[in-house]
């Protein structure tokens, strides 16, 4: 049985940093791209960025360069999101994601967690 699960989640202040983790379990870590999503009420699930299994290749999206780091430790089969200067706009559920292709779209990956909220107040 595959399962991810995020953690990390909480309530920041504007400008501060938190780093959100996902364990996976039930499939070949090494093997699978991983990725970060993030959804809030109303809005379509939208993507954060994603590193390949070979962890050559980071993708991002706009709003994340430069603030966002994502990175993998094979050792632990967990996938790090690193957020920084966090904004009241990125209060979202963050979910990550599994698959052996990577995609834009959320509907292109296999796998997800159950999502962690990331509050940040003004």
């Known amino acids: 049985q595959v399962q991810l699960v995020e953690s990390g989640g909480g309530l920041v202040q504007t400008g501060e940093s938190l780093r959100l983790s996902c364990v996976v379990s039930g499939l070949s870590f090494s093997d699978y791209n991983m990725a970060w999503f993030r959804q809030t009420p109303g809005k379509e699930r939208e993507s954060v960025g994603f590193?390949?299994?070979?962890?050559?290749?980071?993708n991002y999206a706009r709003f994340a360069e430069g603030r966002f780091t994502i990175s993998r430790d094979k050792a632990r089969n967990t996938m790090y999101l690193q957020m920084t200067h966090l904004r009241p706009e990125d209060t979202a559920i963050y979910y990550c994601a599994a698959a052996k292709n990577t995609a834009q779209h959320f509907s292109g990956w296999e796998y997800w967690g159950q999502g962690t909220q990331v509050t940040v107040s003004s």
């Open positions: 590193i390949s299994y070979t962890e050559i290749t980071h």
